[in-house]
């Protein structure tokens, strides 16, 4: 899990560069394309699509920007066609020309595969690269746990900003109304009832081991009927886990409408849990500054000397500084078996930590 937590923290720093570097981009006619490849679609499929895409633009009056379409779809075609198959979190693929000067051609591309799963297939040729689904991955700084059940199936997500993952779904073997009477009747309700505890049983096991695993700020639980009260009600969820449980929400449906409604139907409960990650560290930071400043550090200088001591418990990198110059401390912390943060510049806290030189630590032990 450690290391899956680097590897997310490497992917996101590498996103902010690609969205600082493709916003900056404006054409003067329709000539930036972007193409969002889905996870677990078929990457042929896409490749044919844009091939059709380049035979419809070759129908373009202006000769300029048929060249421009044209050669940027070629190029990403031959790009596409690098890939095997779609990578585990979907695919962005960007090409353009991205020449400043009128009737010359520098065609471009980039592409990268995302922190988060891609839930979105797009193709969009314009004036400015579509960057919206992957600024969504860049906001969410809390991972929240959703289950959503009946007696008939169950899924278990996490919730990453706007985006629902799915990491489990199950169908259940209980079976519905009955049509027979008498001590029949009373029999078959037993059994039928043995057999709703045996799948709150398998439900409980699997939110147990998931989000035993998953770090999350909070699980919310929802589904149609009573059923989500009487899992919470039994000893089907290890009390450790249970704990986590923020809200438990009636919703109408299971699987992915049902998700969706839960998120929806939580918004309360969520927004009075926003205070993330990255806000908790650096006040305790702050406060240990003033408090303990033996225990904190910041500064180039100050951070290598404290990293070499293997004396960093948390390391606050912020995203303003260069990506080799980040890239370098996460290998540092690594080594050292520090923790690292991503620390954005959009909050006034985190606008104290670039003004600190855009490195801090919360150490182990005073030095």
Not at 92 to 119: C, H, M, Q, Y
Not at 252 to 277: H, M, P
């Amino acid at each position: 899990m450690e290391k899956e937590k680097k590897e997310l923290q490497k992917k996101k720093f590498l996103l902010r560069k690609l969205l600082s570097e493709l916003s900056k981009y404006r054409a003067r006619h329709t000539e930036l394309i972007t193409v969002y490849v889905p996870a677990g679609y078929q990457i042929q499929n896409i490749i044919n699509q844009i091939a059709e895409e380049a035979g419809t633009a070759r129908n373009i009056k202006s000769a300029g920007t048929r060249k421009a379409v044209t050669t940027a779809l070629e190029k990403m075609i031959a790009h596409l066609r690098q890939y095997k198959k779609t990578p585990e979190n979907g695919l962005a693929v960007f090409s353009g020309n991205t020449s400043e000067r009128e009737g010359v051609l520098d065609i471009k591309i980039w592409s990268i595969e995302p922190p988060v799963p891609l839930n979105i297939k797009a193709y969009r040729c314009d004036q400015a690269f579509f960057l919206d689904p992957l600024k969504e991955q860049m906001e969410f700084k809390v991972v929240y746990g959703l289950v959503v059940m009946d007696r008939r199936e169950a899924d278990i997500a996490l919730l990453k900003g706007k985006t629902i993952v799915s990491v489990w779904s199950e169908d259940s073997f209980v079976p519905g109304k009955f049509g027979v009477g008498g001590q029949s009747a009373a029999r078959m309700a037993r059994v039928i009832e043995g057999m709703a505890k045996d799948w709150y049983k398998k439900v409980g096991e699997a939110v147990t081991k998931i989000f035993s695993q998953e770090k999350v700020k909070g699980i919310i639980i929802g589904g149609p009927g009573p059923t989500k009260d009487e899992l919470l009600a039994g000893n089907f969820i290890r009390n450790d886990v249970k704990k986590q449980v923020i809200a438990v929400k009636a919703v109408g449906y299971t699987r992915d409408f049902g998700l969706k409604e839960l998120v929806e139907r939580s918004e309360d409960i969520l927004a009075k849990e926003e205070v993330s990650e990255e806000t908790v560290v650096i006040q305790k930071f702050l406060q240990l500054l003033s408090s303990r400043p033996n225990f904190v550090a910041y500064g180039e200088a100050k951070i290598n000397s404290a990293l070499e001591q293997r004396a960093v418990e948390t390391l606050l990198v912020s995203e303003s500084l260069p990506e080799e110059k980040i890239f370098k401390l996460i290998e540092k912390a690594e080594e050292s078996g520090a923790e690292v943060i991503s620390i954005s510049t959009d909050t006034k806290e985190g606008q104290q930590i670039a003004g600190l030189g855009g490195i801090a630590a919360i150490l182990r032990y005073a030095i």
